[in-house]
T-cell receptor
Framework: QQQVKQSPQSLIVQKGGISIINCAYE??????FPWYQQFPGKGPALLIA?????SEKKEGRFTISFNKSAKQFSLHIMDSQPGDSATYFC??????????????FGGGTRLMVKP | GAVVSQHPSRVICKSGTSVKIECRSL??????MFWYRQFPKQSLMLMAT?????????EQGVEKDKFLINHASLTLSTLTVTSAHPEDSSFYIC????????????FGNGTRLTVT
């Protein structure tokens, strides 16, 4: 059972455009929703994260929108740049405690920003 | 920020040999470390969770005798792929968390294992 569904699988955006990646989750016990950026041959790097008591969080060009009732959250990359081309993963964490730090990942979105 | 160091970044070995991958937390004590496997163009698949000083918890379908995990200290966890076969070739990534609550997981840079 896929607990976190991510779409689209791939995305092509022109430089300066807005990249939007969506995720939906099923388990209401999830309490922390990070986004990771991964470049080829590298580990995922934490980009931005949100908790369900907040509807939006912005850090620079990256914004997370969170809809608790719909169990959906999305990543918006404003003014997308070629250097943003990477694979993006949404994730969700359930509960507290060390075991609760285990993340459930979405399937990933390969973003290509064309110059 | 928190740094997780993984070594080696790449390793090529022959079938039947064993390979050890190290995961270190450099500026914090990691009570829990996680080991993931990632196939090309796919998401991360959790293999096991290790807590310092105790046996690792393996996900369903992961052979614990094949993938030996040791978390002997608060800064080091190791994954040993025993009797490696070509189908074990993959990208292995560790992550670590320093506190039980509210801490984001930090990932190592991964190890590309190729078994010939």
């Amino acid at each position: 059972q896929q607990q976190v569904k991510q779409s689209p699988q791939s995305l092509i955006v022109q430089k300066g455009g807005i990249s939007i990646i969506n995720c939906a989750y099923e388990n209401t016990a999830f309490d922390y929703f990070p986004w990771y950026q991964q470049f080829p041959g590298k580990g995922p790097a934490l980009l931005i994260a949100i908790r369900p008591d907040v509807s939006e969080k912005k850090e620079g060009r990256f914004t997370i929108s969170f809809n608790k009732s719909a169990k959906q959250f999305s990543l918006h990359i404003m003014d997308s740049q070629p250097g943003d081309s990477a694979t993006y993963f949404c994730a969700a964490r359930k509960g507290r405690g060390n075991a609760g730090n285990m993340l459930t990942f979405g399937g990933g979105t390969r973003l290509m920003v064309k110059p | 920020g928190a740094v997780v160091s993984q070594h080696p970044s790449r390793v090529i070995c022959k079938s039947g040999t064993s390979v050890k991958i190290e995961c270190r937390s450099l500026d914090f004590q990691a009570t829990t470390m996680f080991w993931y496997r990632q196939f090309p163009k796919q998401s991360l698949m959790l293999m096991a969770t290790s807590n310092e000083g105790s046996k690792a918890t393996y996900e369903q379908g992961v052979e614990k005798d094949k993938f030996l995990i040791n978390h002997a200290s608060l800064t080091l966890s190791t994954l040993t792929v025993t009797s490696a076969h070509p189908e074990d070739s993959s990208f292995y990534i560790c992550s670590a968390s320093g506190t039980p609550d509210n801490s984001p997981l930090h990932f190592g840079n991964g190890t590309r294992l190729t078994v010939t």
